[in-house]
């Protein structure tokens, strides 16, 4: 392919970029990206990509890094890559989580960890619950000398992982604790490496071990270095204190340009172990430039002005962002509704909602309900009320067996299994044939180059797409007969090859996880359909309206929003002032494309601990509805 000269190069697949967005993607070095809500941070890495590797500033063969948070917006960035790069360059771009980089290099280079850290080959992956980890405290509590007792007394489940074990830095030999606290993140070291059969490791401690690695490894260092002088960073805002630290090991002092994209005012993820200093931290050590963007392609000029006063709160010097998209309803963009009860509530919301699709146009999936925990408990009131009014809902935060809705729908394995289910029930599917058929190339171990293999795996799934078409035809949807497809599906594509395809996979039992959960929500969703089309629509959620937390929405966005529970019961632990808190209602707000609306329920309780947020829409203009 002929480069382009940098001067020279122009946007792919869109008109134009914002001025500071030019600014940003023509930055040499590192480069702190302040993006808020709509303003297309994803396509902005998109074009950054496109621009460092069609003009040779990034030059075979060398690679670009994006890393994120959660797997579906890693997956969005490299099928936005691909869609904007020819193949022979968006093949050099790799973009992955966090936890699945770290984890690949804790597996490719497990040797070379220090043997008083090192895990067993393989390891399990743990999941630890709020309950596992009290109990662990307890009995550190308990075992702790006199002396320090009260520092271990001091440590809270809630964040003693996320912010004590993720902000200690493993030294490459093992030493004495000087304090209750590290004597009990020692502790918990120990029981991960020594757990029996084998080692048994959270995503935190991987992301330790991953850190621990490039210090004890220069070798592996310069290598990552080497292969990545351009790293991006998505959500930057909600790097933990061992992502960090990671960064910093791996990156800092190194000529390689790192673009952190995100926004203060959204994080949200401190009960995580996010740390509040992170852009700061960045821009000092890593010598960044911040450029903020300030258009907002999401929401109308409206719902703009009154996310500014919400964002205002949070940063009072926060820039005014300029709305790129047209309102399209008339009357108010934003209400405040005021019921007597969770029934009157209830009903309203659902006759408004029937009503407004219908004025409208609208599809179900084109609204969220988001609430800011609990979702189970808003699903009882709710879900009732809504389908009097031929309304279905759909709570994303649903538990199945070990994982959750939302969590299967983004996963990688459940979305293959989809595509085939999909055109083993009709024959177009295009969508459907690019993703399996992409995927089992992937999974076979085909080369890019051999084509031979391609055109073996191609007639491999033609005829494993023939022979299930034919049985689904015959054999209407029911419990059995879609965990008989599911079955028959893991086959085909085989297990032990999926879990050497996808890191995510290779250790512990996520795969089993999801296969399981997907057997139990597709039989769920083929009980008493009238055909495996309106089965898989139930599986996907197609003419639902998704219920979900804020936390769950982050990164979503939908033509209107709902926000049910906006009381002192639900936001119990706020304060006045609280940046969580604020930035919270700020991503609820900044969710919504033309309305957001906000209930409150006065048989859920008070609304003491949040007046300020209803001053914020007060202050904003934003009527209150007695309902």
Known sequence: ??????????????????????RALRQPGS??????????????????????????LCPAPFRVLAISFKSDAADNL????????????????????????????????????????????????????FRQVTGFLQDALFNAPNAWKADVAGLSASDFESRHVGAYRLPVARAAAQSGTEVTIQRWWASQLGAQPRSSMTFV???RLAELLLRAGPHVRRALQITYPFVFVDEFQDTTYAQYDFLLSAFQGANVAITAVGDDKQRIMTWAGARADAFERFEAEFGAVRIPLLFNFRSSPDLVRIQHVVARALDPNAAATVAQAARQVDGEVAQVWNSPTKAREAEHLGQWLANDMAARGRAPRDYAILVKQKSDDFE????????????????????????????????????????????????????????????????????????????????????FLAALRADMTNTPPSAASAQTFADRIFAFLDFAAVARTYVEYSTGDLLPIMAEALKLHLAASANGAQAWTTALDAFEGVSQIPLMTVHKSKGLEYDTIVFVGLDDQAWWAHRPGNPEGLATFFVALSRAKQRAIFAFCRERGPRQRVAELFQLLTDAGVPEIAI
Not at 5 to 18: A, K
Not at 113 to 120: A, E, F, K, Q, T
Not at 398 to 426: E, M, N, P
Request: aromatic letters at 6%; hydrophobic letters at 45%.
């Open 380 to 463: 009882a009131d709710l879900a009732g009320a809504l389908a009097r009014a031929g309304l279905r809902l759909r709570n994303e935060s649903h538990a199945l067996s070990r994982t959750t809705l939302q969590d299967l729908l983004t996963d990688t394995f459940a979305k293959i299994v989809v595509a085939l289910l999909r055109l083993g029930s009709t024959r177009r599917a295009a969508q459907a044939w690019q993703l399996a058929s992409m995927a089992l190339l992937e999974i076979r171990a085909i080369a890019e180059s051999d084509d031979n293999g391609e055109a073996r795996t191609e007639d491999e799934l033609t005829t």
């Open 1 to 22: 392919m002929v480069l382009v000269r940098p001067e020279e190069w122009r946007p792919r697949g869109i008109e134009d970029l914002e001025p500071d967005a030019w």
């Open 205 to 207: 401690s991987l992301n």
């Open 31 to 56: 480069a702190c990206v302040v993006a808020g809500p709509g303003a297309g941070k994803t396509e902005f890495l998109a074009q950054r990509a496109a621009f460092l590797l069609e003009t040779g």
């Open 78 to 129: 490299a099928a936005r890559v691909r869609k904007r790069c020819p193949p022979e360059l968006s093949h050099r771009f790799t973009s992955l989580t966090f936890d699945a980089f770290t984890k690949s290099l804790v597996d490719r280079f497990l040797t070379a960890i220090p043997v008083d850290w090192r895990p067993s080959r393989p390891y399990d992956i743990a999941f630890t619950n």
